[in-house]
């Protein structure tokens, strides 16, 4: 069986399609079942994870023409923005370019990732602007700006790797909202598993240049190959449009080391051979999750996305009841989304803003918190994980989402321009 995808784009036109998410169809194939090549159009996959290679391209009017030459720096909300490439000379007007990890200059717990999602929910920002003799602040928000462009240039990757600190000193990493504590006492994860686009498609034979995507829920492209891409380990660069986006699949996420930025990416695989459903029958013990040192980078062992998706709380339980009033909330103050904050001494929990990484189920010292987040088993060893990095509960909406929008024709797939050479 091979088709071509305008067989299948002529099924979508005419809304008699099947799509299914990828989640659909591994239930369909689990324990022996089939699923006959016919009987699927089209598979949407999704993910969504700390992506560090995102940067926003950002160009608005400051203020009125001639009031300066050209800026010299910029910063929004005390995160530092590169000015340029386009000089602007007397237009009083900015072109910026922020990266998501940027960290702010008053708060090392926001970065770029936060700005970018304030921006999104459509909060005012402060603009301080750098210029000859001195300078000027301004408060904008998204509605401001003419152009507002989110590029990811290493996204979607393929599933990734697990972290341990196996030495004797803490570490601080990206791969930990705390310094990760020593000898083998926990698992930093990352990886959305079977819903993972390349997961499904690690050739690159229906994702190539010009596909259309869903990026934090926007419409739009893939560019091509991502930085350190390999056949092994390939990931994606594409952009999207800020003014289209849903702040709940995007943000910040602060580590020991810095600022993160979250992304989102839902993907759809036009089913143009048999061979591509039998590869999404590969349950989540059959994907390898490398292990490695977090300070070497060398592998431990290799455990499987079972341990991480499988039996386990996508969502983090929350009971503001349980709280014992401790005099510093360690769950607050680890929180990398700062989701968790205090009305009338209880906790509240901002669902839109958490990320379900399960953190303050493992520093609150009550039961407010609560999420069974499984263990790695490699080499031997078992070792519980106290933090993800991936969001697999919002990667399997965004999945059904991009398939609602395929099936009432609010999504519209586009055949790859070019291939690309993982
Ligand atoms: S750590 Fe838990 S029990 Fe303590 S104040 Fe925070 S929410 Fe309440
Ligand atoms: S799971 Fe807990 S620590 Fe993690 S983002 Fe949600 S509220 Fe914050």
């Not at 926001?110 to 301080?128: C, I, K, Q, S, T």
């Not at 601080?172 to 598993?193: E, K, N």
């Not at 350190?228 to 943000?251: C, I, Q, T, V, W």
């Not at 379900?356 to 519980?384: I, K, M, Q, W, Y």
Request: net charge negative.
């Amino acid at each position: 069986m091979a088709r071509s995808f305008s067989e299948i784009g002529a099924k979508v036109a005419r809304g008699d399609a099947i799509v299914l998410t990828a989640q659909e169809v591994g239930e369909a194939l689990a324990d022996g079942g089939r699923l006959a090549p016919e009987e699927v159009d089209v598979v949407t996959c999704a993910t969504r994870a700390v992506m560090s290679g995102t940067y926003a391209v950002l160009s608005f009017p400051a203020a009125s023409p001639g009031s300066f030459v050209r800026a010299k720096g910029a910063r929004l909300n005390g995160v530092p923005a590169l000015v340029g490439p386009c000089p602007n000379e007397r237009l009083g007007h900015l072109d910026l370019i922020v990266f998501g990890t940027a960290e702010s200059r008053e708060d090392s717990r926001y970065g770029g990732g936060h700005l970018f999602r304030d921006l999104v929910e459509g909060e005012d920002v402060r603009v301080e602007v750098d210029v000859e003799g001195g300078g000027f602040e301004v408060d904008l928000s998204l509605a401001d700006m003419s152009t507002a462009r989110l590029f990811g240039t290493r996204h979607c990757f393929k599933n990734y790797s697990a972290f341990v600190n196996p030495g004797e000193e803490r570490v601080s990493t990206i791969f930990h909202a705390s310094t990760f504590d020593p000898c083998w006492t926990g698992a930093s994860v990352s990886g959305c598993g079977r819903l993972n686009p390349l997961e499904n498609d690690p050739l690159l034979e229906t994702i190539g240049v010009g596909t259309r995507v869903l990026m934090n829920g926007a419409e739009g492209f893939v560019l091509g190959k991502g930085t350190r891409s390999s056949p092994d380990r390939p990931n994606l660069s594409g952009y999207a449009e800020m003014h289209e986006m849903d702040p709940e699949y995007m943000g910040g996420f602060a580590t020991s080391a810095g600022p993160e930025c979250i992304s989102s990416w839902a993907v759809p695989i036009p089913v143009l051979r048999e061979g591509i459903l039998e590869r999404m029958a590969a349950p989540e013990g059959a994907i390898p999750l490398p292990v490695l040192d977090v300070t070497t980078r060398k592998e431990l062992g290799r455990a499987t996305y079972a341990d991480v998706w499988e039996g386990v709380d996508l969502m983090v339980k929350f009971d503001p009841e349980a709280c014992k009033r401790c005099t510093a909330c360690r769950a607050e103050a680890i929180c990398p989304t700062g989701a968790i904050a205090f009305r009338d001494f209880l906790p509240t929990l901002d669902r839109k803003r958490c990320f379900n990484c399960g953190l303050c189920a493992t520093s609150c010292a009550g039961d407010v918190f609560r999420a069974h987040l499984g263990s790695l088993r490699f080499a031997g060893r078992e070792v519980p994980i106290v933090v993800r990095q991936s969001d697999r509960l919002r990667a399997e909406r965004l999945a059904e989402e991009l398939k609602r929008r395929i099936l009432d024709g609010r999504f519209r797939m586009t055949e790859m321009a070019e291939r690309i050479s993982p």
